[in-house]
């Protein structure tokens, strides 16, 4: 099954986030993870991690192409929505400017961690 959902409204990409679900509890994060976007991404990805039937999920967010604190804020709260349904949920290919905030509000060990099964 594969389900997108589109956050913002710009063409440019600049103000805009897809959430895509793959197969094998795989969803990937595409576009700007950004105080514009991060609304509706964070409602969309918990969404998706609620209607999910696979109990370890990845979040590859390799195709993140802008992101700010409001980003970290999203990828912390799908954590905490994953630990809150008994479910594994791993951050995989983080960008480095999520790591770098994640660094200096000493959160970086629980992004790499995530939440084991």
């Known amino acids: 099954m594969n389900a997108v959902v589109t956050a ?8 805009s986030v897809e959430v895509l679900e793959r197969s ?3 969803l990937e994060v595409k576009g700007a993870l950004t105080f514009a976007t991060a609304r509706k991404a964070r409602q969309q990805g918990l ?14 967010c390799s195709g993140i192409t802008a992101s700010d604190s409001a980003g970290l804020t999203v990828l912390l ?8 349904e008994n479910r594994s949920l791993r951050l995989s ?3 480095a400017p999520i790591r770098a905030v994640a660094q200096i509000s000493d ?3 629980l992004l790499e961690a995530g939440v084991p099964g």
């Open 8 to 15: 913002g409204t710009r063409a440019s990409g600049a103000d």
């Open 24 to 26: 094998g509890g795989r």
């Open 47 to 60: 969404h998706l991690l609620s209607v999910s039937s696979v109990r370890e999920l990845e979040v590859d």
């Open 77 to 84: 709260d799908w954590l905490a929505a994953a630990k809150r």
């Open 93 to 95: 290919n983080l960008p």
């Open 107 to 109: 959160v970086v060990e």
